[in-house]
């Protein structure tokens, strides 16, 4: 069984589109994360929640906006995507927002062209 | 804020030999420090983890060494065998906050037959 899964796991897009990525995790973990990956394999925290509610939200461009619909979905939206954005995004859960193991998705690829 | 410097950025060692991987933080209030192995197209996974109440942690073929008043702590692996090839991160963050994890930029480990 898939603990963290993510979709799609490949998303190739033109410049100026707007796109999302889902995420879900059946740990039944209340603490889920976004992270960027970039080419050079730099992962960096971009949001956290906690039970549907923002504990950590970096300095991302508004551009991005996530959502929680439940402690077991954690989906990312991002508005009129430029070259920069282009990574790999992960997501992740937790149990707890204090510490401890996070569980990471298989990652998904956005190409902006 | 916290930044962790992780080195070599790749280290090639012959199977069966010991790898060494280091890093240093910058926030005397990080308390909490995992290192999580990454394979080609898959997301980072926990392999060990260590709190800054604890100088050494082992398990099996792999240990994680801490020396707070220096900063800098150190992933060992032992009698390394093939499919320990992966990217290696260590990371750090305050136990009992919002868990930031801030990673380091990652070791490239390969181990040559």
């Known amino acids: 069984d898939t603990a963290v899964s993510q979709t799609p796991k490949y998303l190739v897009t033109q410049m100026g589109n707007d796109k999302s990525i889902k995420c879900e995790q059946n740990?039944?973990?209340?603490?889920m994360y976004w992270y960027k990956q970039d080419s050079k394999k730099f992962l960096k925290i971009m949001f956290s929640?906690?039970?549907?509610?923002l504990i950590i939200n970096e300095t991302v461009p508004n551009r991005f906006s996530p959502k929680s619909p439940d402690k077991a979905h954690l989906n990312l939206h991002i508005n009129s995507l430029e070259l920069g954005d282009s990574a790999v995004y992960f997501c992740?859960?937790?149990?707890?927002w204090g510490g401890g193991e996070q569980f990471f998705g298989p990652g998904t690829r956005l190409t902006v062209l | 804020g916290e930044n962790v410097e992780q080195h070599p950025s790749t280290l090639s060692v012959q199977e069966g030999d010991s790898a060494v991987i280091k890093c240093t933080y910058s926030d005397s209030a990080s308390n909490y420090f995992p290192w999580y192995k990454q394979e080609l197209g898959k997301g980072p996974q926990l392999i060990i983890d260590?709190?800054?109440?604890?100088g050494e942690k082992k398990d099996q073929r792999i240990a994680v060494t801490l020396n707070k008043t220096a900063k800098h702590f150190s992933l060992h692996i032992t009698e390394t065998q093939p499919e320990d090839s992966a990217v290696y991160f260590c990371?750090?963050?305050?136990?009992?906050?919002?868990?930031?994890?801030?990673f380091g930029q990652g070791t490239r480990l390969t181990i040559n037959p």
């Open positions: 990371a750090a963050s305050v136990w009992g906050g919002a868990q930031k994890l801030v």
């Open positions: 260590i709190r800054s109440n604890v």
């Open positions: 740990l039944g973990h209340d603490t």
């Open positions: 992740a859960s937790s149990q707890g």
């Open positions: 929640y906690n039970n549907k509610e």
